[in-house]
């Protein structure tokens, strides 16, 4: 643990965590819409993912995607959710691919 | 015929006990986070527990002894008071992920929340020990895990790169992020080499009464069994591996897990993983909680034994109904926090 701790370098390890958080709840959405998930599966999903992307502060638009993701689900809007999924694994891939 | 039907069960048995929140948790964790390159720790942890059971099994073949028997007599009982101390306050905050475990599986199937699974985990646990005897906990809840071949079946039919697959088999440097990746290592040791398990074994074989006649059955059960424990959690790994890293997603919490089955396998995927998780939660938490009992009776020298009727090894029942039943007061998630 105390190695694991002393390796930190934080504002890598917290955009590599949002972009799998915002990438979580994207594949849990499409689980949903494809039948596969059950809606109370998804919901409790995508709000930890919301609660972790909104803690790390890296990403807005996670942020703001997860939030309208979660509505969605809840209110059974299929494509809004389908819209917000997209959002997050855009926001996902931008995150992971190396900054210039 | 008997002995290979009592191979083919104790087979199935080790299944139970080797796979648990824990491993499955940590192969998945390493799968995404390393891809193939942690099988090695998998592979290590499974043959040390396959060393260590098989001499718990011989020891109690030989000696009629469980270990627990044999560090009190052999070293005295203020020898034994140390290990006793330490395993029984492992056990116990094992014991509570586990139950946690039975409870988030019925979390993910039912969408009912954690909090609410954890009396009825505990009572059931605690009524399949007081009402049921250790052949029908061996073989019965064992038979019912093998459910979670899922796993491996998920994983052959991923198609990985065998020859990848296997040169993971041996240990290998990490290529970024060592901390993390030896983090992991350790983790999955952990999970793998668990106390109880052998506490469990040595008790379960003088409950069988095990003589000199068992020790190739215990050879091939040891081997076999734990080996195929490790070839689930081998899968594990595979099916992390292949499907999460393409997402991006690292494992940091247990709502991650259930995507592994469902990727693959559609909502089927998603009730297996449920199943898999619940009954191989439910087998370590009632050998968790055996284990402890087997401990402190054998420890103190009382009467005890799955197989006898409760009145009749009071201590012994109150042991494991004592280490069970306080869980619901608190939710098993809140003991691990």
């Known amino acids: ?100 | 015929m008997k002995k290979a039907l009592e191979i083919a069960l104790g087979i199935v048995t080790s299944v139970g006990g080797f796979l648990e929140i824990g491993s499955i948790a940590t192969a998945a964790q390493a799968g995404a986070a390393f891809g193939f390159q942690l099988t090695w720790a998998v592979v290590l942890g499974g043959l040390c527990v396959m060393f260590l059971v098989e001499m718990s099994g011989r020891i109690a073949a030989v000696s009629k002894h469980t270990i627990a028997d044999a560090l009190r007599e052999r070293f005295g009982f203020n020898f034994f008071l140390a290990p006793l101390i330490a395993v029984c306050l492992v056990s116990f905050l094992v014991l509570a992920s586990e139950l946690g475990g039975v409870c988030v599986a019925l979390e993910i199937l039912t969408g009912i929340g954690y909090q609410w699974w954890a009396p009825v985990a505990a009572i059931v646990t605690w009524l399949l020990l007081w009402k049921t005897t250790f052949g029908f906990i061996e073989n019965g809840i064992s038979l019912l895990g093998l459910v979670t071949v899922s796993f491996v079946v998920g994983a052959w039919q991923l198609h990985p790169d065998w020859l990848q697959v296997g040169r993971a088999a041996l240990p290998s440097l990490p290529k970024w992020d060592g901390a993390h990746y030896w983090f992991l290592a350790v983790s999955i040791l952990g999970a793998s080499i668990s106390p109880y398990l052998f506490y469990f074994y040595s008790s379960g074989a003088v409950e069988d009464k095990w003589d000199e006649g068992y020790l190739s059955i215990n050879r091939i059960v040891a081997s076999l069994g734990m080996g195929f424990g490790t070839l689930i959690s081998v899968g594990v790994l595979i099916m992390a591996a292949v499907l999460l890293p393409p997402h991006g997603i690292q494992v940091d919490h247990y709502d991650q897990l259930p995507l592994l089955l469902t990727e693959k396998y559609g909502h089927t995927g998603f009730l297996l993983f449920g199943a898999s998780l619940a009954i191989a939660c439910l087998g370590a938490a009632l050998e968790l909680s055996l284990s402890l009992a087997y401990m402190v009776a054998q420890g103190f020298g009382w009467n005890w034994g799955e197989n006898e009727k409760p009145r009749d090894e009071a201590r012994f029942s109150l042991t494991y109904t004592v280490a069970i039943l306080p869980r619901p007061c608190r939710s098993p998630l809140d003991w691990i926090h």
């Open chain 1, 1 to 100: 643990v105390a190695v694991a701790g002393c390796s930190q370098d934080a504002p890598g390890k917290r955009t590599a965590a949002t972009a799998s958080w915002s990438a979580t709840a994207a594949l849990v959405a499409r689980e949903w819409l494809a039948g596969s998930a059950p809606a109370p599966y998804a919901e409790d999903a995508i709000r930890n993912a919301n609660t972790e992307i909104g803690t790390l502060h890296v990403s807005e638009t996670a942020r703001k995607a997860s939030a309208h993701l979660l509505e969605a689900v809840r209110a059974g809007d299929r494509t809004l959710a389908s819209r917000q999924a997209q959002i997050l694994d855009d926001e996902a891939r931008a995150l992971r691919s190396p900054r210039p």
